[in-house]
């Protein structure tokens, strides 16, 4: 029996290949997800309400401050988040299941298999004392069933997709044997190896050449295509995210303040907090002046003012905006919690 | 005179000012660094493991003052060379000379000397940061080590924090509490406490928001200008690179492919490997696949 069988989901097979935003039911749904962290009588929020839904064959950017609790949603997901946070509230549903009503031998049969995820940090992420080639393999034979040669070739085969020379060989390399970016490739290979419904990529390039992120990027997309994976690109790298998302969520001080299809986020985007965050791209041009940044610090978690949480650093800021927490701007698809673009 | 001492001013850029005749701060001479690669059991019994270079010969100087940039394959050697560089690695063979003296022989106040004189900046966060240690700690611990007197180091480490763009209560964070980006600036706060004289930063900032980024690209420039600062930048960012380096190394497999100011390596290359980089650069909406179908959304 296939872990997917288990979920009570496999009449929902073969998946559509579909494009962005396609109608019907998301294969994940997140709503008023609130993550807080703390001990004793000292608690506070990082993660205040987030909303996501993506459908299969859909990339949705996750892009913002740091710090405003991107990884975090990530591995609330995963139920993997770290001691000392918790889910506060919110509902999270793949692929009709509650994820949050699961248990944990539930939840083990979905990582890996049917959710996978590229962890921002692969070092953390990844065995120490392992060979890579057998990390990925023992994944795919747990997941799988298949005997211990066929799953070495699977994983080879894998390393090669993600463009690391030399599979075969580099299949018996211990983590800290490899450079920052194969170690990130290992983890994406990792994260692909049984072919997943949904991919959360947190960060996943940041240690790639911009020729190897071309190259992972159309691995990811091509399993998109024909597997109709849906993918969570969570990045800061906002000219890799206009080329490669259908929507884009911006998130500041744990909450999504503007949601979009790309071409909206990227041509007209109503929230002054990425407007100011566009205007800092670095583009490659002969400038050699100073970079542009938005000045001030984010909030403090757990002394968020009342009010817009960007209000101290917002260019475009009025009275009202200290004064209450901002309503939803929606037109269409677009939607902004501004004042300002309430106007 | 130290670097430290020679503070020439405001250089915005420095691109029109080149730095030849000067000694070299660092000096890298034919570096070579091999690791055997593992292969199966027959390989190994019968000996013939083979040995790949993971720096492959490569000569570098440089000079005081100077922000030098090192770009390239993920993969082709740039962090083991960074790594030999601040001593953290012996070479296979080949020299590294630290104001004209070769580091292998450095002994004593020296020795002392260079390990406080040459920082790094981690590509891996975990890599400089003891689990255990509170970031205060970690912090003050690297300015009592730079020599600052006990009663100042409060002051600095706000100070730290503050040019970094960290709120003073992850002060007393573990680095494990700490986002990725937020790591990742502690790292650097670290290295800037030590008040080295050379900076050797791998990827500084390829996990921060692009306004955090200017900020920290913003400062390294101000350490330069204002400090006389020398900075090794390891990016996979060209944009980033373009704007602060004054020569760059491209690097592919071990070896350096090409070498120059910013100018001429990103807006004229000559090496091939050069131009599939930057004809790689992504390019936002107008880089979207036209095959892409567009289906009605939602937000
Ligand atoms: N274990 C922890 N204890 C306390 N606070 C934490 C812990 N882990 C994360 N945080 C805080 O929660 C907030 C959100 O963290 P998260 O890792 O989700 O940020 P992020 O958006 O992924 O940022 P980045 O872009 O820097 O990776 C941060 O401000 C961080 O300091
Ligand atoms: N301890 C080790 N044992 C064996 N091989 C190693 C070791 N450390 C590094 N290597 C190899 O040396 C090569 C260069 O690695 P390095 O980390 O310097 O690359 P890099 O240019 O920094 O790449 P990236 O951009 O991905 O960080 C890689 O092929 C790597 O696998
Ligand atoms: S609500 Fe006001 S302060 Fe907040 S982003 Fe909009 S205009 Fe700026
Ligand atoms: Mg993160
Ligand atoms: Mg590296």
Request: proline share 7%; hydrophobic share 45%; with cysteine.
């Amino acid at each position: 029996m296939s872990p997917r069988d288990d979920l009570g989901v496999s009449d929902m097979a073969p998946i559509p290949v579909v494009g962005r935003g396609a109608p019907g039911k998301p294969l994940l749904e997140i709503e008023g997800l609130h993550i807080a962290f703390g001990a004793r009588d000292r608690w506070f929020e990082a993660v205040r309400g987030v909303d996501l839904r993506i459908h299969a064959g859909e990339v949705v950017g996750v892009v913002g401050e740091s710090g405003s609790g991107k990884s975090l949603t990530a591995l609330a997901i995963m139920r993997l988040l770290p001691r000392g946070a918790r889910i506060s509230s919110g509902r999270m549903r793949f692929a009709g299941t509650d994820l949050l009503a699961l248990d944990e031998r539930g939840m083990n049969r979905l990582r890996g298999s049917a959710m996978g995820m590229i962890f921002q940090d692969p070092l953390t992420a990844l065995n120490p004392a392992l060979p890579v080639g057998h990390q990925i393999a023992d994944s795919i034979r747990t997941h799988q069933g298949l005997g211990r040669a066929a799953a070495l070739a699977r994983a080879e085969a894998l390393l090669d997709l993600v463009g690391i020379a030399r599979p075969r060989e580099r299949l018996r390399a211990f983590p800290h044997e490899l450079s920052g970016g194969m170690r990130q490739r290992v983890m994406t290979a990792l994260a692909v190896a049984n072919d997943p419904r949904l991919l959360i990529a947190d960060e996943p390039t940041t240690a790639l050449d911009v020729t190897v992120q071309a190259q992972v990027m159309a691995m990811l997309d091509r399993i998109r295509r024909e597997l109709g994976i849906a993918v969570l690109f969570i990045s800061h790298n906002l000219e890799l995210v206009a080329e490669v998302c259908d929507r884009v969520a911006v998130m500041y001080a744990g909450r999504v303040v503007e949601g979009a299809v790309v071409e909206a986020l990227f041509e007209a985007p109503r929230h002054p907090y990425t407007r100011q965050l566009l205007r800092c791209i670095p583009r490659l041009n002969d400038e050699t002046g100073p970079m542009p940044t938005i000045p001030g610090l984010p909030p403090r978690l757990g002394a968020i003012p009342g009010g817009c949480p960007f209000a101290p650093r917002c260019d475009a800021a009025f009275a009202r905006c200290t004064a209450e927490a901002p309503d939803i701007w929606r037109r269409g698809d677009h939607m902004a919690r501004c004042w300002e673009a309430l106007r | 005179m130290s670097p430290l001492d020679d503070r020439s001013g405001e250089r915005h850029g420095g691109l029109d000012r080149p730095h030849q005749g000067a000694a070299p701060l660092l000096e890298l001479r034919d570096i070579r660094k091999e690791y055997a690669l593992r292969q199966g059991l027959l390989a190994r019994l019968t000996g013939r493991a083979e040995r790949v270079a993971a720096v492959d010969d490569v000569s570098l100087a440089i000079q005081p003052g100077e922000v030098f940039g090192l770009v390239g394959e993920s993969g082709c050697g740039k962090s083991t060379l960074s790594q030999i560089a601040v001593g953290l690695l012996a070479p296979s063979s080949g020299q590294v000379l630290y104001r004209g003296a070769d580091i292998a022989a450095l002994r004593g106040e020296a020795r002392q000397a260079y390990r406080r004189g040459v920082q790094m900046v981690f590509q891996d966060t975990h890599s400089s940061l003891n689990p255990r240690k509170r970031i205060r700690r970690a912090l003050a611990e690297a300015l009592a080590a730079s020599g600052q007197p006990r009663a100042a180091i409060p002051a600095k480490l706000l100070a730290l924090m503050d040019q970094v763009g960290l709120d003073a209560v992850m002060l007393d964070r573990l680095p494990h509490e700490l986002s990725g980006g937020q790591r990742q600036r502690v790292g650097i706060a670290r290295a800037l406490a030590m008040d080295p004289a050379l900076l050797v930063a791998d990827e500084p900032v390829s996990s921060l928001d692009v306004s955090l980024q200017g900020q920290i690209v913003n400062l390294l420039r101000e350490l330069n200008a204002r400090l006389g600062l020398t900075i090794v930048l390891v990016s996979h960012d060209l944009a980033v690179v373009a704007r602060i380096c004054q020569r760059i190394a491209v690097m592919q497999a071990g070896q350096i492919v090409e070498e120059g100011p910013p100018a001429r390596v990103l807006f004229a290359p000559e090496h091939p490997y050069t131009r599939t980089l930057i004809a790689a650069v992504p390019r936002g909406l107008a880089g979207r696949r036209s095959t892409r179908e567009v289906a009605p959304a939602e937000a």
